[in-house]
């Protein structure tokens, strides 16, 4: 009887080993867990958009006693000269920045050069207060085909790879004005004054980025852009058909440019 349970607990002994042994072979590898993106480097990309706008185109003139104008015709002038336009296009360009991730906070600093497309045109024709039939006009005309950006980006961490911004900073564009005055009285009178100037202006605005595999970004952003206002004179006011001037008749040209820009860009950020 000894020997049989012997056998006994031996082969359940040796067959306990052998399940023990088939166990420890049979495991399962944790899956990796995919690494957060990172959103410290330097990155280039492109955008497109369309900006809608305006400005305000001003004409305007002086009297003196030794001038070509009536009292009365100088305030009519200038209200007349006092002018706006409207303005909206498609817009695009390229960015570069760089940012510094702080736990969840995105600190940056980013530039970019558009195609602008700001362009716009206003006419203006009244009576002589003096002198009616007879009329003047002004014309003036507004462009900025390029405009270029330098601002700080600050953002949170909405979610790992998803980040909301505030932005702002100086905003840079050649604003050009085209200006022109003339009458019917006596001949006629004429004037004109140019404005070619290199903008400082600045810039604010709001977006949100989502980063995706390598590096890759996708962004929408809305800027507001004020270039401020750009001044020229002129004393060129030609009468009586240009047998005459009347240089003492100052004439003060101004412009303005005030637009609102929404793009979405693509990012690449080197080593993501």
């Known amino acids: 009887m000894k020997k049989f349970l012997l056998a ?26 995919a690494p957060a993106y990172n959103w410290t480097g330097f990155y280039v990309g492109a955008n497109v958009g369309g900006q809608w706008g305006s400005a305000g185109p001003n004409t305007s003139t002086i009297w003196t006693p030794a001038g070509y104008f009536d009292i009365t015709s100088v305030p009519a002038i200038n209200t007349v000269g006092a002018q706006s336009v409207n303005s909206s296009s498609v817009t695009g360009g390229f960015t570069a920045g760089y940012n510094w991730q702080v736990n969840h906070a995105v600190f940056g600093l980013e530039g970019d050069i558009n195609y602008f497309g700001f362009k716009g045109s206003a006419t203006g024709t009244a009576l002589y ?3 009616a039939p007879d009329t003047f006009t002004v014309n003036s005309s507004v462009s900025a085909d390029w405009l270029a950006t330098i601002r700080g980006r600050i953002g949170f961490l909405a979610a790992p790879a998803w980040l909301v911004y505030g932005t702002g900073g ?27 100037d290199t903008r400082l202006g600045w810039t604010a605005g709001v977006g949100t980025e989502y980063g995706f595999g390598g590096g890759w ?17 002129s004393t060129n006011l030609a009468t009586f058909g240009g047998g005459g001037t009347s240089p003492s008749n100052v004439y003060t040209h101004s412009v303005d440019i005030k637009s609102n820009i929404v793009r979405v860009g693509v990012n690449y950020k080197f080593g993501g």
Not at 16 to 24: C, I
Not at 172 to 195: M, P, Q, R, Y
Request: with cysteine; aromatic share 8%; proline share 3%.
């Open 217 to 233: 970004s996708l962004k929408a952003e809305y800027l507001y852009v004020d270039l401020g206002r750009a001044t020229t004179t």
């Open 170 to 196: 100086a905003a840079i564009s050649e604003v050009k004005g085209n200006f022109n005055f003339t009458d019917t009285f006596l001949g006629g009178a004429s004037e004109s004054g140019t404005i070619r």
């Open 129 to 131: 207060p003096c002198c």
């Open 8 to 33: 006994v607990a031996s082969m359940m002994l040796g067959t306990a080993s052998v399940q023990a042994a088939d166990l420890a072979a049979q495991y399962t590898k944790a899956p990796m867990m």
